[in-house]
Nanobody
Framework: QVQLVESGGGLVQPGGSLRLSCAAS????????MGWYRQAPGKQRELVAT???????NYADSVKGRLTISRDNAKNTVYLQMNSLKPEDTAVYYC????????????????WGQGTLVTVSS
């Protein structure tokens, strides 16, 4: 079984910064794409950023130049550095990974984190 654990959310003032982390654990052979999504109150979940196994990145237009996704393959962890935050960035942020499992978890799995709340407010 593979699990994702997120951390780093909280309350920040407009213009401030936060860094989200998401670590995978379990029977992992390899992690392919990693990504961050968010869901604001009353809205559908949307893509924020993704990073491939080759470290190619993709961002939503609304976050380009302010949010940066990165990964540490040795730690099975994906990060989201969030700078110049705006009130419209307020949402629950979810990490997502495409995992190739091993041992008792052979196969490909798409796994989601539990979500972490980011609130941007003065």
């Amino acid at each position: 079984q593979v699990q994702l654990v997120e951390s780093g959310g909280g309350l920040v003032q407009p213009g401030g910064s936060l860094r989200l982390s998401c670590a995978a654990s379990g029977s992992i052979l390899r992690i392919l794409d990693m990504g961050w999504y968010r869901q604001a109150p009353g809205k559908q979940r949307e893509l924020v950023a993704t990073i491939s196994s080759g470290s190619n990145t993709n961002y939503a237009d609304s976050v380009k130049g302010r949010l940066t996704i990165s990964r540490d393959n040795a730690k099975n962890t994906v990060y989201l550095q969030m700078n110049s935050l705006k009130p419209e960035d307020t949402a629950v942020y979810y990490c997502n990974m495409g995992v190739v499992g091993t041992g008792s978890s052979v196969g490909y799995f798409e796994v989601w984190g539990q979500g972490t709340l980011v609130t941007v407010s003065s």
